[in-house]
Nanobody
Framework: QVQLVEVGGGLVQPGGSLRLSCAASESSFSFNAMGWYRQTPGKQRELVAT???????NYGDSVKGRFTISRDNAKNTVYLQMNSLKPEDTAVYYCNARRGLMSYWGQGTQVTVSS
């Protein structure tokens, strides 16, 4: 069973930055794509950013220009650098990895943007 372990959530002031990391228990090359999604109470989980095995990236409209996704295949880890954070970025952030029809999720990490 694939395990994804997220690290890096917390409380930050508006305009601040955070970096999330997600370490996979298997080689990141084995996944078609890895990425981040987020969810707030009462809302559907939404795309934040994804990165494919060939390093093509895709971002949700609300984070374009502020967030950057990257990967370190030697460490089987994907990162999400979040800059210029806004209160509306507050959510539980989930790491995701896809392999064929299979989709794997981390346990989630809370990000709170508040003064």
């Amino acid at each position: 069973q694939v395990q994804l372990v997220e690290v890096g959530g917390g409380l930050v002031q508006p305009g601040g930055s955070l970096r999330l990391s997600c370490a996979a228990s298997e080689s990141s090359f084995s996944f078609n794509a890895m990425g981040w999604y987020r969810q707030t109470p009462g809302k559907q989980r939404e795309l934040v950013a994804t990165i494919t095995s060939s390093s093509n990236t895709n971002y949700g409209d609300s984070v374009k220009g502020r967030f950057t996704i990257s990967r370190d295949n030697a460490k089987n880890t994907v990162y999400l650098q979040m800059n210029s954070l806004k209160p509306e970025d507050t959510a539980v952030y989930y790491c995701n990895a896809r392999r064929g029809l299979m989709s794997y999720w981390g346990q989630g990490t809370q990000v709170t943007v508040s003064s």
